[in-house]
């Protein structure tokens, strides 16, 4: 593997994980503009209209997944990509000049259709391009610009915001500089990672395994010899041709639930499921309430979130360094194990109304697990285990999953907050993590240092 080269990939890996990160921002921005939009929108007595407003986007994010099913396999993965990246960059201006709270969920629905499509096209373009002993910690790279955008997301929420006093009044945060202007600095911050996304993608070529369904041999032997010399494109190009050629029909969707199919299109859509509905994001997206709980008020939230983001992006390096050597199954197995106990000790504090540090630290503690476990190696997985020729439309199946289970974890945790108490909630969230480990436990195959082909015809 000494001919690889690894500059390239890490350059092209990168530009296409800008998806990424703007995923990541796009996703947790919301959260430290939510008590000042709720208050300019007067939505901050009805948990209905807050949960929307927070979930709304995930609307978007199902429609992304849907339309990058059926259209990345016929179009190519570049373009959809430069597609979602002008979707970011008009939801951040748009989301930011709403001053009425219909057009404010329009144009949170136009950012989710681009989270749809670049958390589907950024992991399967990079796993697609990348050599397979590497695979696995190029295709991370898109979890750590995730992380990356998170944390930027977290810093400039935080810097924007003026410090807000102790008790103030609803009124009186509705007619401060945070309630009528800072949110909406917020969410235009982003027109800028958003714009710079979409001109990088004109220098990053189309997935090679893409251009040889395609039959465009000499742009597949062209790229492949980038990434690896000749020798290397010629054998990568004939390992992508003898998969091609043993299902030369043309794809058809009913092929998805085919016997030989049915099984890995289940793990991909449990997987994808589980890593939203072991509670993690809520702790992004519900910052105010979770750390509320815990005794804190909203300048001391905007600081412990970005502490919550650090933290995310130092371990989200530990998987990137982990996976290709570990193994994608044990350290799924270790996230949710992880979690379950966790959750069970935060869940034992609400109840015995601990506040402060210690619940700090085991919000801590719960987001390093993730971010070293289910967060970035879901995705690998998604990546890696469906067919070349049905890779777009399976991984938007899955997809698909993700961004509804997103969705009902979304709206659902001001409703289950306000039934079973924050104790109660996170109690449920470690009961769901356990059910996770025996699943991945019980069906999930290892894949760590095959090729994309190798792994097709062991699972097919």
Known sequence: MKTINTK??????????????????????IGGAKPFYEQFFHISESAELQGWAMSCALVGCLLGAIVSGVFSDKYGRKRLLMFSASLFLLSAIGT?????????????????????????????????????????????????????????????????????????SDSDLLHSWNGQYAWRWMFWAEAIPAGLFFLFMFFVPESPRWLAIRGNEFKVKKILTKVGGASYANNEYANILATINANTSAFKIKELFQPSIRKILLIGVVLAAFQQWCGINVIFNYAEEVFKAAGYGVSDTLFNIVITGSVNLIFTFIAIFTVDKWGRKYLMQLGAVG????????????????????????????????????????????????????????????????????????????????????????????????FGFLFIRKMLPETKGKTLEEIEREIT
């Open 96 to 168: 930011g000049a709403s001053n009425t709270f219909n057009t404010f969920i329009i144009y949170r629905i136009v950012g989710g259709i681009g989270i749809g499509l670049a958390s589907n096209l950024s992991p399967m373009y990079i796993a697609e391009i990348s050599p397979a002993a590497f695979r696995g910690k190029f295709v991370s790279l898109n979890q750590l610009t995730i992380v990356i955008g998170i944390l930027l997301a977290q810093i400039v929420n935080w810097q924007i915001a003026q410090p807000v006093p102790e008790g103030i």
């Open 339 to 434: 979690l379950f106990g966790i959750y069970g000790l935060m869940g034992a504090g609400y109840y015995f109304q601990v506040s402060g540090w210690p619940l700090l630290l085991l919000v801590v503690l719960a987001i390093a697990c993730y971010a070293m476990s289910l967060a970035p190696v879901t995705w690998v997985i998604l990546s890696e285990v469906f067919p070349n020729r049905m890779r777009g439309a399976a991984m938007a199946v899955a997809t698909v999953s993700l961004w509804l289970a997103s969705f009902l974890l979304t709206y659902t945790f001001p409703l289950l907050n306000s039934a079973l108490g924050a104790s109660g909630t996170f109690w449920l969230y470690g009961i769901i993590c356990l």
């Open 8 to 29: 390239y990939i890490y350059m092209i890996s990168m530009v296409s994980a800008m998806g990424g990160l703007l995923f990541g921002y796009d996703w947790v921005v």
